[in-house]
């Protein structure tokens, strides 16, 4: 069983969880709506798959439902916290720098455009700050945190190349080449070992206090 959570941040973590998985959920149903009659629901659910926002969101949801049920494994481990609260840190912090100036979301797409990029973002952050037990992370930890987005960058390069499509305007190696995707790439990469490092600083200030 998981320790080191108090009723109070099991309840936290529930509320997380529900947000980030309505937002989601909102999001999947907007997205097979709009690919529907083009790509079908197979690609459009692959295309739904391959958003960092998404796949962070869903490790939200992962680490907070684990807290709830105070289950043990995976998504329990102080590594894994620390890594989706990176992931989702930069789902924010790239979204707002970059992306939100791209478009003007109306509607229900406003609710879940709002649920993705700041409202999880913020609660889980706040949740893990707070509720999760600090002091057990390390520097192989936080390098750790960086195989998942260079895995991610892969595959959406693979899938790009097979597709045609990329899920971001600043890794769209059709339109940019890859010589100036891969630039974009390392300043992405710059923000994760920024944010990684800023994060290992707090686990280990809040350990001590």
Not at 24 to 33: K, R, T
Not at 171 to 188: E, H, K, M, S
Request: hydrophobic share 55%; proline share 4%; net charge positive.
């Amino acid at each position: 069983m998981e320790s080191g959570l108090t009723p109070k941040g099991r309840v936290f973590a529930a509320m997380v969880a529900a947000v980030s998985a309505a937002s989601v959920a909102l999001q999947y149903l907007l997205l097979l709506e709009l690919t529907r009659d083009n790509v079908g629901a197979a690609l459009g659910t692959l295309r739904f798959l391959s958003y960092f926002t998404i796949l962070s969101n869903l490790g939200v949801v992962a680490v907070c439902v684990t807290a709830l049920c105070g289950a043990g494994g995976l998504f329990s481990r102080p590594r894994t916290r620390g890594a989706v609260a990176l992931y989702i840190g930069v789902t924010g912090l790239i979204y707002v720098l970059i992306l939100r100036h791209l478009w003007q979301p109306q509607g229900l797409q406003w609710w879940a455009d709002t649920g993705l990029h700041y409202a999880t973002p913020s609660l889980y952050l706040i949740w893990w700050l707070w509720a999760a037990p600090h002091g057990r992370l390390n520097l192989r930890d936080a390098a750790a945190w960086l195989l998942f987005p260079l895995l991610y960058l892969a595959w959406v390069l693979l899938r790009g190349a097979w597709l045609g499509e990329y899920p971001y305007p600043f890794i769209d190696a059709g339109q940019l080449g890859y010589a100036r995707t891969a630039i974009n790439a390392i300043g992405v990469l710059l923000a994760f070992l920024l944010l990684g490092g800023i994060l290992l600083a707090l686990d280990r200030r809040l350990a001590r206090r």
